[in-house]
């Protein structure tokens, strides 16, 4: 019998996401598309007449951006936020700020192949010599968060995401939810898929082809253990869902340019 | 020297300054012009570089975009913003949603005078007949609050008396562990803090608008007592016109 009502939200389009490069920890905000998915999203949970008590974000902008914007629309603008790095999006190493094509002329198709299809592989850490790595770490919300700076990571497979979240999970938003409060996580595609695999019990292999779509609102139905006890419903239109997770699984796909 | 920097920043136009009416604890959204009034505020503190590490708003959504729009400016959407119904504007009570022709056609011109010009005079209570009371007194957002601390209207010394304990307990041990604090709220709310800092009068604070959209900068000592006036941020324009007014008021014609 469902007790609780939880709910997931993958950030829409920023500039980057345009260019299918991996953003990771670089802060940047929502494109002008990812905007618009993040008003819908909100339009679609008010007419739903969802009301929510409480967001939790990680400390990237995008994800905050957006949960302000889905606040907004649903005229809940008064309901706390809380942020935390735990639910940042994968640190992806050395990669961060090459596109797919590239990291296939550096690497090799096969090792771009094996971090991203890999549970607990991460992809090398990225380090001073890497061109975002002073914006990421010079950066003064890294010196606020509830690890110092230097114990942050340099790069994560998608184990060591669920391995900073789960703590996180326990101890700040289980709590809440069992209040039988109303929650809404806004947060990244691995963040979200690491919570997924937690929640659902997805195994270390499966889990490598859950991707869920941006800016559709997922709703999870917990029991009073916070087992789910249905599948996850992904809300809304449903010509609009199946065009949203086709374009997630493109850009999987994207070919390198010659 | 400054011990502390505190930021106050009151917002701007809402839809219904625009209509003139009282707007209280109606969550009345910024108007065009308001939103530009906070971005053009956020503006002026990423000018001057300000860093802040908390910021405190009301649970009013005029409030919170304002704060938002300034987060966005300075790059600081990070922050951990904390929402409280201490930090509303004054409650109207029955005079919420009147504009001034209204109100002074229900209760008369005389009776208007006397509570604009008292401290401690509350205007009618919001009854459950108002057109608003379901929507403001029955709102979620004030679910927790006892029947004692929901009010049903509010003179300015009442709303003064909800929000300092606010202050006292939550904001000033942050600013004592050297957090700089940011806070969006409204012309009475923030009234309230003033009148705090700077031990004014019940005759002084009544006099005093703060402007709105415009960032308010306190550099207070270790004991929180203001080293000098306030001042505003922006460009010299703006400032100067801001200044002004605030010393024009207090000269206004009754």
Redesign the interface.
């Known amino acids: 019998m469902s007790k609780y009502s939880l709910f997931l939200l993958r950030h829409g389009e920023g500039a980057w996401n345009k260019e299918n490069r991996f953003c990771s920890w670089v802060d940047q905000k929502l494109s002008e598309d990812g905007v618009k998915e993040a008003q819908d999203c909100g339009r679609l949970l008010k007419e739903l007449g969802y009301k929510f008590d409480l967001v939790f974000t990680s400390i990237l902008s995008r994800s905050i951006q957006t949960a302000w914007l889905v606040l907004e629309a649903m005229g809940q603008e008064w309901v706390p936020v809380v942020k935390s790095w735990r639910l940042n999006e994968r640190h992806y190493g050395s990669l961060i700020g090459l596109n797919r094509a590239e990291m296939a002329l550096q690497h090799g198709e096969e090792k771009v192949k094996l971090w991203r299809r890999s549970y607990d592989i991460a992809p090398p850490p990225i380090d001073e010599s890497h061109p975002y790595f002073l914006e990421i770490y010079n950066d003064r919300r890294y010196t606020t968060c509830d690890v110092p700076k230097e114990n942050l990571p340099r790069a994560e497979s998608l184990k060591e995401v669920l391995d900073r979240l789960l703590p996180y999970w326990d101890s700040t938003v289980v709590p809440e939810i069992r209040k039988g409060r109303t929650v809404l996580i806004a947060a990244h595609g691995n963040s979200c898929r690491a919570l997924l695999k937690h929640l659902e019990g997805i195994s270390d292999e499966d889990i490598a082809s859950v991707t869920l779509p941006t800016g559709i609102p997922v709703l999870l139905e917990l029991d009073e253990n916070l087992k789910p006890v249905k599948p996850r419903q992904l809300l809304g239109d449903q010509v609009k869902i199946q065009a949203a997770i086709k374009k997630v699984e493109d850009q999987g796909k994207a070919k390198p340019t010659t | 020297m400054a011990a502390y920097k505190l930021v106050l920043i009151r917002h701007g136009e809402s839809c219904w300054n625009q209509e003139n009416r009282f707007c209280g604890w109606f ?1 009345a959204d910024l108007s065009e012009t308001g939103e530009h009034e906070a971005k053009r505020g956020g503006q002026a503190l990423k000018d001057a570089g300000y ?1 802040f ?1 908390i910021c405190y708003t009301s ?3 005029r409030a ?2 304002t704060l ?1 729009f300034v987060l ?1 400016s300075i ?1 600081q ?2 922050l ?4 409280t119904w201490r930090l509303n504007e004054r409650h109207y009570g029955g005079l919420t949603g009147l504009n001034k022709a209204e109100t002074a056609a229900k209760h008369g011109d005389a009776q208007v005078k006397i509570w604009r010009r008292s401290f401690d005079t509350p205007p009618p209570s919001m009854d459950e007949e108002h057109d608003f009371y379901q929507s403001i007194s029955k709102d ?2 004030y679910a927790d609050l006892t029947e004692d601390q929901l009010p049903s209207c509010e003179s300015l010394k009442d709303t003064i008396a909800r929000a300092l304990p606010f202050w006292n307990e939550e904001i000033v041990p942050q600013i004592k562990e050297g957090k700089r604090v940011l806070i969006a709220a409204h012309g009475n709310s923030l009234r309230g803090i003033v009148k705090h800092l700077e031990g004014m009068s019940e005759e002084a604070i009544m006099e005093l608008n703060l402007p709105t959209g415009i960032p308010i900068v306190y550099e207070l000592d270790k004991n929180l007592k203001p080293l000098g006036p306030m001042q505003f941020l922006g460009d010299e324009e703006t400032v100067k016109k801001a200044m002004e007014a605030v010393a024009a008021q207090g000269k206004a014609k009754k």
């Not at chain 2, 951990?80 to 929402?83: A, T, Y």
């Open positions: 969550d860093e590490d649970v009013l959504k919170v975009r938002w966005d790059d959407m990070w951990p913003v904390h929402r979620r957002r």
